[in-house]
C-alpha cells in the first residue's frame, strides 16, 4: 500500500470514528401540546399518542377494536363479572431497571383510584379492592359487575408507572415519567417538544425499529404540512381535510385516514362554579335552540371537506350503540327563535373557548354565523389547548369547544361525562336518573340490556343536552415515503412498533 493510500484509509478510519453510524429519528407532527404526562391525572388526546409509544397498557386494542394482550398476556372474568383475573407478563422492566410485576401493577391501580389529582377514579370506581395474587397475577375484585373494566384498563387506568418513581415524584410524576413503554423519557420543552428515546431492555424490543421520536405541537395545519413537505416532519396527525388532495397529489407523501370512535362536542358549564350562573347554563330551551340551530352536514362539508360524520350522540350513527329513535337534527332556525323567545331572550351574549388550532377556529367561526340567525351572539376565544382542559376544570367557561377521542366501550364514551361525581363532568352536570341508568349498563354482560338502558340515558341527555354534539371527527394524516410499515389505529394513536424510517 502506498504512503498516500495508507493516509486515506487513516483518515477515512479517524472518520468513521468521529462520526458514529446515523441513529433514526421520527418526528411526529401534533395538533396541540400534551397536558402532564401522567397517566394518572392527563386528559388529552396528545398526551395518549404520545402514551402509545412510551407507556404500556395491561391489555391494547387492534385494528378491528378489539382487546389484545399487551403487559397482562391473558385473563378471565369469573363470579358473575365481579372477579376479573390476569396473568402478568414474564421478563418487563421500566425504564428505571425496576422489574414490572404483579405488586407494581396493584400499585399503579391503587394510585389511580386514591392520588387526589388522580382524573381516573371515575374509570376505576366499581373496583373494590386490587391485589396481588402470585408473583405473576393480578386479581380486581369488583363492587358490582363492571365489563367495561377491561376497555378501561385498555387505556390510561392501565398503563402501569413504575412504583419507585411514582412514589418519589407522586403529583410531579408528569416531569420525569417512568414506564415500560417501547420508548423511554428523556427531555419536555413545553409548547416546543417532548422527545422519548428506544429502551434497549423494552419485551418487545426486536419491533422498536427507530433510535429517537419526538413530538412537536404544531396547532397550525398549514405549518404542520409545510414542515411536512420539508422533511421535518415524518408523519402530522390530524391535518385539515382541505389539505388531503394536496397529500395525496404529492409523490413523497401518503395520505391515511380512520373515522374515530369518539365525538366533537360543545360543553355547557351548568353547574360548575360562578360562570354556570348565566342564562344558558340555566335554561334547556336555550341549549336546545343553540343545538337547533346548527347544521351539522354543513359542518362536516365546510370544514372537514365532507370527512367527518355529523353526529348529535356520545357515539356515531354508525355504532351499534347509536339510538336511531334519536337521529341527528335537521336545522331549524324558526324553532330555535320559539325556544329562545319561550326562555324570555330575542339575543343572547355567549362565549364560547376552543382550542387555537385551525381546524376548531374555522369550525367555530361556521358554528358562531349559524347560531347568530338564531339571536346568539358568540364571542370566540381562542386558547392553547392545555389551557382549555384546565379552564374547563376549574368552571372558568360559559362553552367551551372540545373533542373527545372515543373509547372500545360504549361506557367509555359517556360515563366518565354524564355521572354526577365523573372525572371529566366538567358541566357540573347531574341527573340521579342518568347515574342509575349508567351504572346500571355497566353492570350488565348483556348488550340487549345495554343498549336500552344507553338508549333511555340518551332521550334524557338529548333534551338536557350538558354536551351539543356535533359530530365525529376523521383522524387524517401526511406520512413521509420514508416511513414504512406504518398505518393509522381507529383510536387515532400513533402505534410504533414495527416502523422504521428509510
Known amino acids: 500500500m502506498s504512503r498516500l493510500s495508507t493516509l486515506t484509509a487513516a483518515l477515512l478510519a479517524g472518520a468513521f470514528m468521529a462520526f458514529p453510524a446515523m441513529s433514526s429519528e421520527l418526528r411526529i407532527g401534533i395538533n396541540d401540546d ?102 405473576l397475577e393480578v386479581k380486581f375484585t369488583l363492587k358490582s359487575p363492571d365489563v367495561t373494566l377491561l376497555a378501561q384498563l385498555s387505556d390510561r387506568a392501565g398503563m402501569i408507572v413504575a412504583p419507585k418513581a411514582a412514589k418519589e415524584l407522586g403529583a410531579n410524576f408528569g416531569s420525569k415519567p417512568v414506564c415500560a413503554g417501547p420508548f423511554k423519557f428523556v427531555e419536555r420543552i413545553q409548547q416546543d417538544r417532548i422527545v422519548l428515546e428506544k429502551f434497549a431492555d423494552y419485551w418487545d424490543k426486536d419491533k422498536v425499529l427507530v433510535d429517537k421520536v419526538t413530538y412537536l405541537p404544531i396547532p397550525d395545519t398549514t405549518v404542520k404540512l409545510a414542515n411536512l413537505r420539508s422533511g421535518d416532519l415524518d408523519i402530522a396527525e390530524r391535518i385539515a381535510a382541505s389539505d388531503a388532495e394536496s397529500v395525496k397529489n404529492d409523490p413523497s407523501l401518503t395520505y391515511a385516514d380512520v373515522i374515530g370512535p369518539g365525538n366533537m362536542g360543545v360543553y355547557v358549564n351548568i353547574g360548575n362554579g360562578p360562570r354556570a350562573d348565566n342564562p344558558l347554563g340555566k335554561d334547556k330551551r336555550l341549549r336546545q335552540a343553540f343545538s337547533l340551530a346548527i347544521d351539522r352536514e354543513a359542518i362536516s362539508q365546510i370544514v372537514f371537506e365532507g370527512t367527518a360524520m355529523a353526529g348529535n350522540q356520545p357515539y356515531p350513527p354508525t355504532s351499534p ?95 366518565q361525562f354524564m355521572t354526577c361525581k365523573a372525572g371529566l363532568n366538567d358541566m357540573k352536570y347531574c341527573n340521579p336518573e342518568v347515574d342509575k341508568l349508567l351504572d346500571e349498563a355497566r353492570a350488565s354482560t348483556d348488550d340487549k340490556v345495554r343498549k336500552e338502558k344507553y338508549d333511555a340515558a340518551s332521550v334524557i341527555l338529548d333534551d338536557e343536552l350538558p354536551i351539543i354534539y356535533l359530530g365525529h371527527q376523521p383522524y387524517a394524516y401526511g406520512v413521509s415515503n420514508k416511513v414504512e410499515g406504518w398505518k393509522p389505529s381507529p383510536d387515532g394513536m400513533i402505534r410504533l412498533l414495527g416502523v422504521s424510517k428509510k
Not at 34 to 61: E, H, N, W
Not at 347 to 365: C, G, I, R, S
Request: contains cysteine; proline residues 4%; aromatic residues 6%.
Open 321 to 415: 350503540w347509536y339510538n336511531k329513535e334519536i337521529p341527528v337534527p335537521a336545522r331549524d332556525i324558526e324553532k330555535a327563535k320559539q325556544l329562545m323567545k319561550e326562555a324570555g331572550y330575542e339575543t343572547l351574549d355567549v362565549e364560547l373557548q376552543h382550542a387555537n388550532n385551525t381546524m376548531q377556529t374555522q369550525m367555530m367561526q361556521v358554528v358562531q354565523s349559524m347560531v347568530a340567525e338564531a339571536g346568539f351572539n358568540v364571542t370566540l376565544k381562542a386558547t392553547e389547548f392545555a389551557t382549555l382542559l384546565s379552564e374547563q376544570t376549574a368552571g372558568n367557561y360559559q362553552m367551551s369547544r372540545s373533542d373527545w377521542s372515543g373509547r372500545v366501550d360504549p361506557d367509555g364514551n359517556i360515563h
Open 34 to 135: 400534551a397536558d402532564v404526562l401522567d397517566p394518572a391525572q392527563s386528559r388529552s388526546f396528545v398526551g395518549r399518542i404520545v402514551y402509545t409509544a412510551m407507556c404500556d397498557k395491561l391489555v391494547d386494542i387492534d385494528q378491528d377494536m378489539k382487546i389484545v394482550p399487551q403487559l397482562a398476556t391473558e385473563w378471565e372474568w369469573s363470579e358473575g363479572a365481579k372477579v376479573l383475573t390476569m396473568k402478568i407478563r414474564e421478563g418487563v422492566k421500566f425504564h428505571d431497571g425496576e422489574d414490572l410485576d404483579a405488586a407494581a401493577v396493584v400499585a399503579t391501580i391503587e394510585r389511580n383510584m386514591t392520588m387526589p389529582e388522580s382524573r381516573r377514579k371515575s374509570e376505576l370506581s366499581s373496583v373494590e379492592k386490587v391485589e396481588a395474587t402470585g408473583p
